[in-house]
Structures are given as C-alpha cells and as structure tokens.
C-alpha cells in the first residue's frame, strides 16, 4: 500500500501563534482579570461600608428620638423629671453618654461578644435652646463608630428641632 501526501503551502505553516503573541495577551489576560477582581474587592468594601452607616444612623435617629418623646410644658414651670413640665434629658447645654459599645445591627459571622469583636457604636445626645422667645430645643445624638477595615472613626449625626408641647 502506497500512501501519498499532498505537498503542504509554505504559507499555512507560517499561520500560527508565536511565544511573544502568546505571552503578550497572557499579560492583557492578568491585567484584566487583576482590574475586574479590584473592582469586586471595593464594591464589597463600599457595600460594608454602607452597611455599617446605615446601622449607625439607626442609633443616631434612636438617641433623637427618645429625646423628643419626653414631655416639655416650658410654660408649666422648671421641674425636671418623669411626670414634670420637664422631662427631655439631657438638660439643655449638658451632653448625655446615651449607651456605648451598642453592637452595630448588621450581619455577622461569629460570636459579637468576643473581645475581637470591632462592630460597635458608641452614642452621644445633647440639647440646646437655641430660642426661649418663642420656645424651641435642637437635639444632637451623635453615633460614632469604626471602620474596621481602614481604623477610621466615623460619625453620623440627627439633627431635630422642637417646640412645647408637640
């Protein structure tokens, strides 16, 4: 049995890849993929980040609110305390420690007791009479809170005003 091969075009054989080709979009490929794994690693960041503020505000807008669910009757007298003209806390001018080491409300994997543990939050209220004519109180509470990833401290802040009676 005779088997004969068909001459192969010079041209054909010259067709193909060589080493720095093929090296060349390697180097693309890793850049590529460095960028785009880059890019999960800070929406993932970002998204903690949010996550964590959101849940600050939260005591923040706690710490507001229960100043401005106490009674205040300015024109009823001076008496402080539950069940008095008086009852916002703290006193206007004077700053009110409303809890610290709260546990951020976020998910998490582990136990948020151990000494490890970096999701906390720390709360400050405050009032002012920034009028007395006519009567208005501005509340403060000021959540604080880290960062684990950076170390930085951040804060958020509410802010609310009030009259009497309201």
């Known amino acids: 049995m005779l088997v004969r091969f068909a ?4 041209r054909l054989a010259t067709n193909a890849f060589t080493l720095p080709d093929v090296l060349m979009a390697f180097v693309i490929l890793v850049i590529v ?21 959101l849940a600050a505000q939260s005591y923040a807008s706690q710490g507001a609110e229960q100043l401005r669910a106490g009674d205040w009757r300015p024109r009823d007298g001076t008496n402080t305390g539950p069940d008095s003209p008086w009852e916002i806390w703290p006193i206007p001018g004077t700053v009110t420690n409303c809890g610290t080491n709260y546990i951020l409300d976020i998910p998490i994997k582990g136990s948020p007791s151990s000494s ?14 920034p009028s007395t004519n006519p009567p208005v ?30």
């Open 137 to 166: 109180l501005e509340f403060y509470s000021v959540a604080y809170w880290v960062f684990p990833l950076t170390g930085q401290l951040n804060s958020n802040i509410v802010v609310l005003q009030r009259a009497p009676d309201q």
């Open 116 to 129: 490890d543990f970096a999701f906390f939050v720390t709360n400050y209220v405050f009032c002012t009479e």
């Open 33 to 53: 993929m460095t960028g785009l794994m880059y890019g999960y690693v800070q929406a993932n960041r970002m998204a903690e980040w949010s996550c964590m503020s």
């Open 7 to 10: 001459p192969t075009d010079k």
